[in-house]
């Protein structure tokens, strides 16, 4: 996505020639973060909530950022119908910075809960296992 709107603002290429990419792109990426987001959800981090009363409010925090996300890259698929080159890049830059935080925090996150079970083989196979599938 970041090739085809560069082109387009070098002059390189239409933005009507780059659009199908463009829509391709973005819907692809959504469809594949929403679910990535839905297995997460689904899976490791409730495991992760109902072994430590503590992460409760982390597992809250990133499930809220998932939300803030969505809603984000779904403004930004949805301004793709009515497209105007300045507004779509600010909105893409937007969701960028929203998800690069949100997978820091995540990381370090389970980064976290990796340490808190160290002591526990079992656990930590399980948590493996869980992040594997997410």
């Known amino acids: ?38 297995r997460e959800q689904e899976g490791v981090l409730p495991w992760i909530a109902s072994r430590s009363a503590a992460s409760s409010a982390r597992v809250d925090e990133l499930i809220a950022q998932h939300d803030r996300i969505a809603e984000t890259l779904t403004a930004v698929v949805k301004d793709l119908g009515s497209f105007e080159l300045a507004t779509w890049s600010a909105a893409l830059a937007r969701f960028e910075t929203l998800y690069a935080e949100h997978t820091q925090s995540e990381t370090a996150f389970f980064a976290e809960v990796a340490a808190s079970l160290a002591d526990d083989p079992a656990a930590t196979s399980q948590l493996r296992e869980l992040l594997a599938e997410r």
């Open 1 to 38: 996505m970041h090739e085809a709107l560069t082109r387009v603002e070098r002059g390189a290429s239409r933005l009507d020639d780059e659009l199908h990419e463009l829509t391709d792109g973005i819907e692809a990426f959504r469809e594949a973060l929403l679910d990535h987001f839905a």
